[in-house]
């Protein structure tokens, strides 16, 4: 059972719809990450969270934007996307997120699979 | 930078059968390493992990050694079940990039489908 909930599971939009992504975790952590899951390529990090603050981006296209309003909510809101941007969008939290730790473990949602038209 | 690379799939095997899932990796420092499963429709699930040389890591009948001297991984188990149908990810972070835990790298993920 997980403790990262993710919706809505699936997504079907247009170029020019505006639309978001909801991630909550419910397991006490301080990190939150985006990645973006395509067909026969490696996860694609997009962005990281601690403690709220925004710490590492990608070079992910601004038609992608994150919000993380608290330690157990994360959003990614989406504006005028291009077909290419179709994939399973995961999110994940960590307990700490702190640089130069090693061996923390991520826990995933189960994703949002994303369609664009 | 870092990589992993992981044995392209499909991988079918009937069940009963031995598993191996070869993993290798690039990195700059001493990495932590892991095994991640995800089962149809859902998202990815810790499988097993290793932090330094010579650990190994087990779990659900999945082991995994850490070799620093090959830098692999490589997953095993002993007899497999419909239910390890999964597609099953290598990853690892490294301290030393200077991105922290926060990256984990992953490889593009190997499919594993047992029939019965």
């Known amino acids: 059972e997980t403790g990262v909930t993710q919706t809505p599971r699936h997504l079907v939009m247009g170029m020019t719809n505006k639309k978001s992504l909801k991630c909550e975790q419910h397991?006490?952590?301080?990190?939150m990450y985006w990645y973006k899951q395509s067909a026969k390529k490696p996860l694609e990090l997009m962005f990281v969270?601690?403690?709220?603050?925004?710490?590492e981006n990608n070079s992910v296209p601004s038609r992608f934007s994150p919000e993380c309003p608290n330690s157990s909510h994360l959003f990614l809101h989406l504006h005028t996307l291009q077909p290419e941007d179709s994939a399973l969008y995961l999110c994940?939290?960590?307990?700490?997120?702190?640089?130069?730790?090693?061996?923390?473990?991520?826990?995933f949602g189960p994703g949002t699979r994303l369609l664009v038209l | 930078g870092n990589s992993v690379t992981q044995m392209e799939g499909p991988v079918t095997l009937s069940e009963e059968a031995f598993l191996t899932i070869n993993c290798t990796y690039t990195?700059?420092?001493?990495?932590?390493l892991f095994w991640y499963v995800q089962y149809p429709g859902e998202g990815l699930q810790l499988l097993l992990k290793?932090?330094?040389?010579?650990d190994k890591g087990s779990n659900k009948g999945f082991e995994a050694t850490y070799r620093k001297e090959t830098t692999s991984f490589h997953l095993e188990k002993g007899s497999v079940q419909v239910s390890d149908s999964a597609v099953y990810f290598c990853?690892?972070?490294?301290?030393?990039?200077?991105?922290?835990?926060?990256?984990?790298?992953f490889g593009k993920g190997t499919k594993l489908s047992v029939i019965p």
């Open positions: 990853a690892l972070s490294d301290p030393d990039s200077g991105a922290g835990s926060y990256q984990l790298t």
């Open positions: 290793a932090t330094k040389a010579d």
């Open positions: 994940a939290s960590s307990q700490d997120g702190k640089p130069y730790s090693t061996g923390e473990t991520q826990y």
């Open positions: 990195a700059t420092g001493y990495p932590s």
């Open positions: 397991l006490g952590h301080n990190a």
């Open positions: 969270y601690s403690l709220e603050e925004r710490v």
